[in-house]
């Protein structure tokens, strides 16, 4: 692909719009130094130096849509309490439509708050109702995605999936309908509780070990071949259009009807995996509904996915970096 290619690619995520589906979270950062053993039990004191907050879960793919430059809504149910508040006002700030985010008096926002020291991480405190969403909710939930529809009429809809209870299968099987019946793309980014309620889908995006616990696998050779076995299982069972499996150090693969690979990864110095996988399905989503090139959406979000595992935390793909890096190694 030649380099003004790239520029034209991400020039049209200007164009597109994007739904994006699930359990979202408030993830809070509390970096400090240690001196001393504290004298009341064997722990460090972290003398705390700056705290910050941020999107995460399916809001951090959101964050990553709107990085490229695409429109983008967030659609869940949070809890009426001061991390929702929190956690919509840094949507709003960053340019995430909160329509149709609902709060409920049912449910507490997902938090999770980790402390930080040298660069690692310390401790994690986590607070969560992660039961599934209660009929009344569950209909909130779908209504407003039809709302959403009509209104903003999106071009594909993410379901990420944290096994938080907001993407429940009926919620899950209403909403494929609804996108199969508007002719909207859909994608996912599973897990294990729900993995084979995504049927029909257009992309489905699981990363290799949440495949092999799904498929009971005890897969010791990883290579074209045996992932060509498990997108025919997945297929037999989910019917969907096309397999798109994370790899972790090894690359990504891909497989489609016609086609299918395994794209190495790039040397990278990785300093924090988590929110990887947000930003491998946010730009595989972008890429795929721009193109409809399955070859090219795993090769850029391969590359997208490296790239943010050099950040410290969930942080979002850096645009301007993702083009150069795409210009310098898809060209």
């Not at 589906?21 to 400090?32: F, Q």
């Not at 960053?94 to 049912?106: E, N």
Request: proline fraction near 2%; aromatic fraction near 6%; charge should be negative.
């Amino acid at each position: 692909m030649s380099v003004s290619k790239f520029d034209q690619l991400f020039q049209q995520f200007s164009q597109l719009k994007a739904g994006v589906i699930g359990d979202v979270m408030l993830d809070t950062y509390m970096w400090g130094h240690v001196e001393r053993i504290s004298p009341e039990a064997p722990v460090p004191i972290v003398a705390l130096d700056k705290t910050e907050y941020r999107v995460g879960g399916a809001s951090n793919v959101a964050l990553n849509i709107a990085s490229l430059g695409a429109s983008v809504s967030i659609l869940s149910v949070i809890g009426n309490d001061d991390d929702g508040k929190q956690l919509r006002q840094l949507l709003e700030h960053q340019q995430i439509k909160t329509d149709f985010l609902l709060g409920s008096d049912k449910r507490a926002t997902t938090s999770k708050t980790r402390i930080i020291s040298r660069n690692q991480q310390m401790m994690r405190l986590d607070k969560e109702i992660a039961t599934d969403l209660g009929y009344e909710d569950e209909n909130r939930l779908i209504l407003a995605l039809q709302t959403f529809i009509a209104q903003e009429k999106p071009d594909v809809i993410i379901f990420e999936d944290y096994n938080k209870g907001v993407l429940t299968e009926h919620v899950i099987q209403k909403a494929i309908a609804l996108c199969k019946h508007h002719g909207i793309i859909t994608t996912v980014d599973p897990k294990r509780k729900n993995f084979f309620s995504y049927k029909s889908v257009d992309v489905f995006k699981p990363n290799l070990k949440e495949v092999k616990d799904a498929l009971n696998l005890l897969v010791d050779v990883v290579n074209e071949e045996s992932l060509r076995h498990i997108h025919a299982e997945l297929k037999s069972q989910l019917q969907h259009h096309i397999s798109f499996i994370t790899l972790s150090e090894k690359g990504v693969f891909y497989q489609n009807e016609e086609n299918a690979a395994v794209i190495p990864s790039h040397l990278r110095s990785i300093a924090d995996v988590s929110g990887a996988g947000d930003t491998v399905i946010a730009v595989a989503s972008l890429v795929y509904a721009a193109t409809k090139d399955v070859e090219l959406m795993a090769e850029v979000a391969n590359i997208a996915g490296g790239l943010v595992c050099e950040e410290v935390g969930t942080a979002a793909i850096n645009r301007e970096r993702l083009i150069q890096e795409c210009k310098l190694l898809l060209s």
